[in-house]
């Protein structure tokens, strides 16, 4: 399954399927980009990350790809698990701005179903 | 243990109460936050304090202050609660040479 960002924030995706989700940064000047996890009831926990001088960054099941001319990133899912239901923010910062300038998106909500 | 813990987690109050929400971080960060998310989940930052002292203050009402009496503390007050104030409020921290942010667990406030 797969999100379009910001304009459909609910995505649901069958448990073993993959999924992705968009986001769409403001900030041209942006140099860093976090994904963060937000379960029911929590703070939200780091995901992964990506420098702009990267395009695609791989952790654990997790995908991070940057597209820096259309100011695009997208977090890639592999094999979903119920887990994986949670709301995901992407956010955009400045490096050397310590967290001045850190953003966050309006977030989209996975479910996973069984 | 856990690593930025805050309090109380849940806090139901009347309008016009004064009411404080603590957090302490173990992790030996030098910088603090205060975020606030809304109902639509939008996660804005508050505050941003360094070693104690202020660095962030993003248009909050003079109604909240924020008060660190040393690095690993990092809390907040709130006079004259209004229904706007319903939220949840998260504390987070990060390192001298890290971008992470890692947050609490929130505090849900309600003014009724």
């Known amino acids: 399954g797969e999100s379009v960002g910001l304009h459909l924030p609910t995505l649901s995706v069958q448990e073993g399927d993959n999924s992705i989700i968009n986001c769409a940064y403001s900030n041209s000047a942006s140099d860093y980009f976090i994904w963060y996890k937000q379960e029911s009831g929590k703070g939200p926990q780091f995901i992964i990350d990506?420098?702009?001088?990267?395009d695609k960054r791989q952790g654990q099941r997790v995908t991070v790809l940057l597209n820096k001319t259309v100011k695009h990133l997208s977090l890639q899912i592999a094999a979903t698990q119920p887990g994986d239901s949670a709301v995901y923010f992407c956010a955009e910062n400045i490096i050397g701005f310590g967290n001045e300038k850190l953003t966050f998106g309006t977030g989209t909500r996975l479910t996973i179903i069984p | 243990d856990t690593a930025v813990s805050q309090t109380p987690k849940y806090l139901v109050t009347q309008m016009g109460n004064d009411k404080s929400i603590k957090c302490e971080q173990n992790?030996?960060?030098?910088?603090m936050y205060w975020y606030k998310q809304d109902s639509k989940k939008f996660l804005k930052i508050m505050f941003s304090y360094n070693n104690k002292e202020l660095i962030i203050n993003e248009t909050v009402p003079n109604r909240f202050s924020p008060k660190s009496p040393d690095k690993a503390h990092l809390n907040l007050h709130i006079n004259s609660l209004e229904l706007g104030d319903s939220a949840v409020y998260f504390c987070a921290s990060v390192g001298v040479s890290g971008n992470t942010i890692y947050f609490g667990e929130g505090s849900w406030l309600t003014v009724v």
């Open positions: 990506i420098r702009s001088n990267m």
């Open positions: 992790l030996g960060h030098d910088t």
